[in-house]
């Protein structure tokens, strides 16, 4: 072989090094993450699934990747964004905004592990055949809040205890509200309102609610349980300030920018514990193995200035069980 030939050899080998030294590094996971409501509005939340992956070690852009996909609440989008996240093999697929994302990405794999955090029971949803033994590629957090539904109507009640009519606030296309609607009106004639129910699922039509629950003469309003509506938090927070109509909402995030109260999960903790699950998952732990974590911690919030600015006065009873009262 000639010098020249033998030099350009060399150089190749030498060239190629850096390139087959970088194949040779382990590939910086993936996780998917599969969101019903808008980005916007909730940043927090993904704040607080960061905080669970780092307590796992795992820190987004260094050792883990995350690709998101949000359906803005449009709940027809999820399969579609599901499917995608299995086409780009991820490692894992987180869900973010109740039952709908969870029931898409569990139709969409049997093999890509799921950890879904969802206000209702996930064995009867379909999502694991136990809380204890999970038994398939799915885990994750279950938290109360379409249960809450029942302790808010006896919250707001204890408020507005001359009101005659109460609004509820639903979102149609979401199927977690199917079947409670008639549950609810009966307790809430036990209490001694009528309960009607207003339907939005549209910026606008959050609007046509809002003016329909004052038009009703309705007493008070209780925002259902829907990520959308979290996601509208401040369109909904004023408007019931410019109505004037005192409102019951699910989390204190509600309550903290003008809301009158709220009651539910605490749902920083909920999330950090998701995280905290993918983590796991990423380590090597299976989903079939890790139980269902159930949140219990509930939170109620009074906020003061509102309640003066709407002429109303918390009972002291109220005031003394309320976790946090914001002046």
Known sequence: MRRREFLGVISGVVAAWPLAAQSQQPSMPVVGLLAAPAAASYGYIIDAVRRGLKETGYIEGQNVAIEYRWADGQYQRLPSMAAELVSLGVAVIITVGGIPPALAAKAATSMIPIVFSVADDPVKLGL???LAKPNGNATGISFLTVELDWKRLEL???VVPKAAVIALLLNPKNPQ?????????AAALG?????IVLNASSDGEIDSACAAAVEQRAGALIVGA???FFSRRDQIVAL???YALPTIFRYREEAAIGGLMSYGTDLADAYRLQGNYVGRVLKGDKPADLPVQQSTKVQL???LKTAKSLGLAFPLA???RADEVIE
Do not use: H, M
């Open 128 to 130: 694991v055949s136990s």
């Open 156 to 158: 707001i009640r204890e």
């Open 177 to 185: 509200n199917a079947g409670q609607v008639p549950d609810l009106k």
């Open 191 to 195: 209490l001694g309102f009528q309960l």
């Open 226 to 228: 829907d990520s959308f």
């Open 240 to 242: 019931v300030t410019r």
């Open 301 to 303: 919030i009074l906020n």
């Open 318 to 320: 109220l005031l003394g």
